[in-house]
């Protein structure tokens, strides 16, 4: 796991987690992203990701936003990085792409990452657990691929260039579309305030994203088995949004 390392000669510190883009760099990565895509082309955290099982389709969830602010530029301001999504070891897992710092043993096995975005939702569709307590409104990771960000950054220009506080009900058009969702209608924006006491809670503030995610070094994907012995094929189809190309996948 990288570590802070201060700069011997500017004095700052470089981020924790090199391969988390933010700001300018997050923006810069999504055109290179792109650039990638035209020219070629769970793992969980903590915080369980916001997923609509391919299943339910149909169902509306409804979700509110806690950040995700459009920059100068009119791109989203998130943090970004590249994941793989692979059956492994009898599960979906996802690998976070490790070509920023050291070359991925999973892209040599000719699996080609996906570029997301990272944001926080309130999950507002109770679910009942193991123990038989009743969950809801559950703060949880927002994990959006390249043309998800697209259509949330639209969403955001109507919204005053936030979604911060933007409650929308998702849903799916299918199982091969985007498992976080490719259809969204605007329900309300309400501020943070309103959120807190609508849910008795003084928490809205987006997840920490610099320990929610599990990064594993390329050795330790290696060693764990995970990359070129992959096979990247012939497993039950995922959460749904991966199932077919990994090219069709990333689009989404
Ligand atoms: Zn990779």
């Given at each position: 796991m990288p570590v802070d390392i201060q700069?011997?000669?500017?004095?700052e510190n470089t981020?924790?987690?090199?391969w988390l883009k933010r700001g300018d760099d997050s923006r810069k990565a999504l055109a290179e992203a792109e650039a990638k895509t035209e020219a070629k082309r769970a793992e969980f955290g903590k915080a369980w990701r916001f997923m609509i099982n391919k299943n339910k389709c149909d169902v509306d969830h409804e979700i509110t936003f806690l950040d995700g602010v459009l920059g100068e530029d009119g791109l989203l301001n998130l943090p970004t990085f590249w994941e793989h999504t692979l059956y492994w070891n009898g599960r979906w897992n996802n690998y976070i792409c490790t070509d920023e710092t050291d070359p991925c043993p999973i892209c040599a096995g000719n699996h080609s990452p996906s570029f997301v975005g990272l944001l926080t939702v309130l999950d507002h569709t109770p679910y009942t657990t193991r123990d038989n307590k009743v969950i809801v409104n559950e703060k949880k990771l927002y994990v959006p691929k390249r043309r998800t960000i697209k259509a949330l950054a639209k969403a955001a220009n109507l919204h005053?260039?936030?979604?911060?506080g933007c409650t929308f009900v998702v849903s799916r058009?299918?199982?091969?579309?985007a498992s976080v969702g490719d259809v969204m209608n605007f329900k309300e924006q309400r501020t943070l305030a309103q959120l807190m006491k609508t849910y008795e809670t003084d928490d809205v503030s987006p997840l920490n994203y610099d320990e929610e995610l599990i990064y594993r070094s390329a050795a330790d994907l290696r060693e764990m088995g995970?990359?070129?012995?992959?096979?990247?094929?012939?497993?039950p189809a995922p959460?749904?949004?991966?199932?077919?190309s990994s090219d069709l996948g990333d689009q989404l």
């Open positions: 700069n011997a000669e500017t004095g981020p924790k987690n090199p005053d260039g936030s979604l911060v058009t299918d199982e091969n579309s995970v990359g070129v012995s992959v096979s990247t094929v012939g497993g959460g749904g949004s991966q199932a077919g």
